[in-house]
C-alpha cells in the first residue's frame, strides 16, 4: 500500500505562481512514476505532467513551457511548480503513484484557483 499527501494548493491570481507536493509513504519502494493529473466535473482526468523514478518526463501541451515537475526519491516527493498560471487551470488536482506492476494510487486531490 502507498499512501500520497498532497499540499501547496490555494488561489493565486493569473500569471502568478503556486507548488504542488505530493509526499508518498508506505510501501515507495514499489513506486516507478509519480505525476499529477486534473479533473473538471464532469470530465475525465487528465494528465498534467509525470515523473519516472530516472527523472524522464512527460508533460499536456496546455502546461508545456509553465509547468515543471521534479520528484525527489530520498524523500519519496513529488513537485509541480506551476508558473504564469491561468483561469482555465483551476480545477482539482490530484498525485499519483503508478507502481512496477502498473498499479494506480491516487492522493485525495487539491484545489487550485487562479483569479482572472
Known amino acids: 500500500q502507498v499512501q500520497l499527501v498532497e499540499s501547496g494548493g490555494g488561489l493565486v491570481q493569473a500569471g502568478g505562481s503556486l507548488r504542488l507536493s505530493c509526499a508518498a509513504s508506505?510501501?515507495?519502494?514499489?513506486?516507478?512514476?509519480m505525476g499529477w493529473y486534473r479533473q473538471d466535473p464532469a470530465k475525465p482526468r487528465e494528465l498534467v505532467a509525470r515523473i519516472s523514478r530516472r527523472d524522464s518526463t512527460d508533460y499536456a501541451d496546455a502546461v508545456k513551457g509553465r509547468f515543471t515537475i521534479s520528484r525527489d526519491n530520498a524523500k519519496n516527493t513529488v513537485y509541480l511548480e506551476m508558473n504564469s498560471l491561468k483561469a482555465e487551470d483551476t480545477t482539482v488536482y490530484h498525485c499519483?503513484?503508478?507502481?512496477?506492476?502498473?498499479?494506480?494510487?491516487w492522493g485525495q486531490g487539491i484545489q487550485v484557483t487562479v483569479s482572472p
Open positions: 508506505g510501501n515507495t519502494i514499489s513506486i516507478n512514476n
Open positions: 499519483n503513484a503508478e507502481t512496477w506492476d502498473l498499479y494506480d494510487y
